[in-house]
């Protein structure tokens, strides 16, 4: 790929202080983007400032909780001041929300995982849809995660909200087929985060004894790679995937590295 694409593209990256959000503003930071990372946790954002204190001319940070309508309004009323042109999407705010028997689950946390990890990234991409139409021109890219593809019993307040983004970004990208604006969803796999600490911390007795032990396996043997996510999310901010839209694409499963010699197929 041209090294030089990313150079002063502005892209939003949301729940990028920590985890596999920050691994990928700080792989942006590289190619010279300007980026405007966003999260919940302000105490969080001023950490994360350490790794992009060279690239701070080109780096906004911002609190942005994503289930809030308001404060998203707010929040793009101020960029769309500040930068003239937004490039990229990459939508990967989300969280694992509560774990045990559907039943047993607190209904406030059952709404808020929704809220968040579907409801909030809807609401992020309706808003960047217009200023994408002006411009002729988009590209968003959705995190998915478990349950998106199969069953993922003892989390499915957060199987369910995931599986609801990807059949959204199916179907926008139907409606945005005349527009020139391309929307993808990426199920990165299991990855040693703190989404994986929360589960070794909530034990057997609520995610269930198979996916405990598959998650200290995961721990030793060390997850997804990082870099092959983010070989992964690089390919689909490029224009070399331009007649890729509406997939959900796996960076274990997938042999997405030849999706650009397949576009007639992709594309139907």
């Known amino acids: 790929m041209d090294k030089n694409f990313f150079s002063k593209k502005t892209i939003i990256i949301t729940g990028s202080n920590q985890g596999l959000g920050l691994e990928i503003a700080k792989f942006f930071a590289l190619k010279n983007s300007n980026l405007?990372?966003?999260a919940r946790n302000k105490k969080?954002?001023?950490?994360?400032?350490?790794y992009?204190?060279?690239y701070k001319k080109n780096i906004l940070f911002q609190k942005l909780d994503i289930s809030k309508k308001n404060k998203v309004n707010?929040?793009?009323?101020?960029?769309?001041?500040?930068?003239?042109?937004?490039d990229i999407l990459i939508n990967n705010a989300g969280i694992y929300g509560p774990k045990g028997k559907s039943e047993k689950l607190s209904w406030a946390e059952w709404k808020k995982t929704i809220e968040i990890n579907l409801l909030g990234s809807i609401y992020v991409i309706n808003k960047?849809?217009?200023?994408?139409?002006k411009n002729?021109?988009?590209?968003?890219?959705?995190?998915?995660?478990g349950g998106a593809a199969s069953p993922f019993p003892y989390f499915s307040p957060y199987s369910v909200s995931k599986i609801g983004i990807v059949r959204f970004i199916e179907n926008l990208s139907m409606e945005l087929k005349n527009h020139k604006i391309f929307v993808n969803s990426v199920a990165p796999g299991p990855i040693n985060t703190r989404m994986l600490e929360e589960v070794l911390k909530a034990g057997p007795h609520l995610v269930g004894k198979?996916?405990?032990e598959k998650s200290k396996k995961q721990k030793n043997d060390g997850g997804t790679s990082i870099k092959?996510?983010?070989e992964l999310v690089e390919f689909l901010a490029h224009k070399k995937s331009d007649h890729i839209s509406g997939k959900l694409i796996s960076v274990l499963w997938d042999n997405w590295k030849i999706f650009h010699k397949k576009k007639a197929i992709l594309m139907h």
């Open 136 to 145: 002729k021109y988009g590209k968003i890219i959705q995190i998915s995660g």
């Open 128 to 133: 960047i849809i217009p200023h994408f139409k």
């Open 210 to 212: 198979s996916f405990f």
């Open 36 to 38: 405007i990372l966003c």
């Open 52 to 54: 992009f204190f060279k």
């Open 228 to 230: 092959k996510i983010i």
């Open 74 to 86: 707010k929040f793009f009323k101020k960029i769309f001041k500040k930068f003239k042109k937004i």
């Open 44 to 50: 969080k954002i001023l950490q994360s400032k350490k």
